[in-house]
């Protein structure tokens, strides 16, 4: 079974950049779409991006179009967000999918997911 685990949250004033990480352990994320999602208090829980096994296709939620950047490199998988914004905040969980990507992030139907890292953007 994957395993995967998240690194890269903390606490960031708004405008500025974190990188997170997904990263998988004992097995190889190469067969598997990734996708980045996150949860905020009291919020359902949102896709943000997702990218396909050869990382060549990627999806974005529209209110982080343009701020964050999914790649892949070997068995990680990063999410670059810059100008980040209060609204922002929230746990961002990485899950391992199908290479239909579209469908992982509206869906989340995934075979695993990670214990989350928590993103804070405030001053």
């Known amino acids: 079974q994957v395993q995967l685990v998240e690194s890269g949250g903390g606490l960031v004033q708004p405008g500025g950049s974190l990188k997170l990480s997904c990263a998988a352990s004992v097995f190889t994320l190469d067969n598997y779409a990734i996708g980045w999602f996150r949860q905020a208090p009291g919020k359902e829980r949102e896709g943000v991006s997702c990218i396909s096994t050869s990382g060549r296709s990627t999806v974005y939620a529209d209110s982080v179009k343009g701020r964050f950047t999914i790649s892949r490199d070997k068995n990680t998988v990063y999410l670059q967000m810059n100008s980040l914004k209060p609204e922002d905040t929230a746990i961002y969980y990485c899950?391992?999918?199908?290479?239909?990507?579209?469908?992982?992030?509206?869906?989340?139907?995934?075979?695993?997911w990670g214990q989350g890292t928590l993103v804070t953007v405030a001053s």
């Open positions: 899950a391992a999918g199908g290479n239909q990507i579209a469908k992982l992030c509206a869906q989340g139907r995934a075979d695993a």
